[in-house]
């Protein structure tokens, strides 16, 4: 009856607690009982969790999502040339991405960078990469360059570089 009456004290904290802050996670409501009623309460942490588990109080973390490429630009786009090609040797058909890295993570931040990558299709090789803290254009064409650096001086390569929804080519300096 002990562990009942416990339970019950605690789901009470927690009601109070919750009624000014939602958002109160439960760690620092472990935090906040602890330093409310120290050694007089005979509960300990793992209890406490316990309690916060069975009766599904906890707090979903908000998380940071990144912003990822807008598709839906209604920009000019060029037609798919790779739709049915298939390619039967290196340097003829480069694709290219942009995905973001979570690099650190914790209950109140989530921080990540863009890696931006060119991959031949044929060796499924990265050509070329680079890593940035945003989507600008800067970091795409970074890769392009070290990708480009690898064929430089080569010719009669006919080569497609693929990368979804381009609304339009980046002006390259060499």
């Given at each position: 009856m002990a562990k009942v009456a416990q339970e019950d004290?605690?789901?009470?904290?927690?009601?109070?607690?919750?009624?000014?802050?939602?958002?109160?996670?439960?760690?620092?409501?472990?935090?906040?009982?602890q330093r409310k009623f120290g050694m007089n309460e005979p509960i300990g942490r793992d209890r406490f969790e316990d309690i916060v588990d069975k009766y599904g109080l906890k707090v979903r973390m908000k998380v940071r999502k990144p912003k990822t490429t807008d598709s839906t630009h209604g920009l000019p786009v060029y037609p798919n040339l790779i739709k049915d090609f298939i390619p039967t040797a290196p340097n003829q058909l480069w694709v290219s991405d942009i995905t973001y890295i979570t690099v650190w993570f914790d209950e109140y931040v989530n921080i990540f960078c863009y890696l931006s990558l060119i991959l031949d299709a044929y060796t499924e090789e990265i050509v070329g990469w680079?890593?940035?803290?945003?989507?600008?254009?800067?970091?795409p064409i970074e890769a392009l360059k070290m990708a480009l650096k690898r064929i430089e001086g080569n010719t009669g390569i006919n080569l497609i570089h693929h990368s979804d929804r381009c609304p339009s080519p980046p002006k390259i300096e060499q």
């Amino acid at each position: 009856m002990a562990k009942v009456a416990q339970e019950d004290f605690v789901l009470q904290f927690i009601k109070e607690i919750r009624e000014v802050d939602r958002g109160i996670g439960g760690m620092k409501l472990w935090l906040m009982y602890q330093r409310k009623f120290g050694m007089n309460e005979p509960i300990g942490r793992d209890r406490f969790e316990d309690i916060v588990d069975k009766y599904g109080l906890k707090v979903r973390m908000k998380v940071r999502k990144p912003k990822t490429t807008d598709s839906t630009h209604g920009l000019p786009v060029y037609p798919n040339l790779i739709k049915d090609f298939i390619p039967t040797a290196p340097n003829q058909l480069w694709v290219s991405d942009i995905t973001y890295i979570t690099v650190w993570f914790d209950e109140y931040v989530n921080i990540f960078c863009y890696l931006s990558l060119i991959l031949d299709a044929y060796t499924e090789e990265i050509v070329g990469w680079s890593v940035g803290d945003t989507l600008e254009k800067t970091y795409p064409i970074e890769a392009l360059k070290m990708a480009l650096k690898r064929i430089e001086g080569n010719t009669g390569i006919n080569l497609i570089h693929h990368s979804d929804r381009c609304p339009s080519p980046p002006k390259i300096e060499q």
